[in-house]
DNA sequence: GCCTCCGTAGACAAAGCTGTCTATAAGATC
DNA sequence: GATCTTATAGACAGCTTTGTCTACGGAGGC
């Protein structure tokens, strides 16, 4: 019932945008918080209005990301057909896609955890990232009738990560080809 | 002929040792200079007469831990025995290793990446890293008779990316056992 | 004796960082 | 019209960062 307060363009969504972008160039710890303000155009005061800490505003700009990589994890999945073991194989075009991005830069959470303190919130909502897709990959497994689904789930999550994360050393899209293919070979064998 | 002219325990091994430590652990962004005065006891101008930049510094620590990394994956795969075939499984033995280490924060070269700029000396030597490492697993994989040696070395290079990476979320110990279990079967496949 | 090398100790500058504060203005609502 | 919300503009404090600088001390070679 209560419409949205905040309307397209309204200074909170400039700020995430500008986040984002910044943010997953250089890491959010090599972006100041003077930068974020001077790209996106807000008062100083309105950036920390939204978002008292830096930490809100990184926090913000993971689970932005979440909901584009999870998505689009989910659409290349849905696009591969009805039988999850065609899934499976794939959700790795979701990969390709990102490595032929233009400013491709990796994992952002990767990135972000690799910058963030160990017990930190930050690096909590990293790793919840993490686990949510491998619960999907793992209830995805299971229903193509994976023998151990939980270890195709980590199989296959840990092909997503090594593509995602080696693509912020060279974002060879080769490296997308090479991971399908391996996921190819991992479903297979797993319910052979 | 020239005798090494700094004795072990001298200032630069104490900076080098500390360095690593601290870099590994925090990203060398996130350890300023002073940190590793303070904690490796040396004097300012010690350091900076050693590395006059920071990122110096920076150079010297990625040399240390490729030698360590390296060293260790080459290592594993010597002692899984002669023939090629077993030792592209085998040097996953390295990663379980990592894995297990105390303090794990996944891998150094991707951290390293993630926080310096894209055109930079630091990000080129990451990039210089995992080319040479995956250059070795390519020989490597057409000794063993691969009919693709560079798919087969890609393929199992983002299996170590990926469970190397994966330990800045999670140091799960299972990660390693997946990657090792999906290394066979691509090997198996690969060879078959 | 003298000079060079290596090291310590710490002040210092210039810049960047996060976060707070005051003053002001425009628009919506009562 | 008064008030409340949201925004701008920018000064400011307090801290950390990299890198330079001066001053000093000891050990070894000539």
Redesign the pocket.
Known sequence: MPAP??PAG???ERILDTAFRLFYAHGPRG?????VIAES??????L???F????DLVLAYLDRVDQAWFGALRSAARDAGHAPRDQLVGMFDALAGACRRDGYHGCAFINTAAESSAGGEVHVRTVEHKTVVRAWVTELARQAGAAEPELLARQLTLLLDGGLAAGVLDGDPLIADAARRSARTLVDEALR
Chains 1, 2 share one sequence.
Not at 31 to 35: A, E, I, M, Q, R
Not at 41 to 46: C, D, E, L, R, S
Not at 52 to 55: F, L, N, V
């Open positions: 307060r905040t309204s200074a909170r972006v100041g918080v003077d930068t155009g807000v008062a100083k005061a309105t920390y209005k939204h008292p800490r830096k930490d």
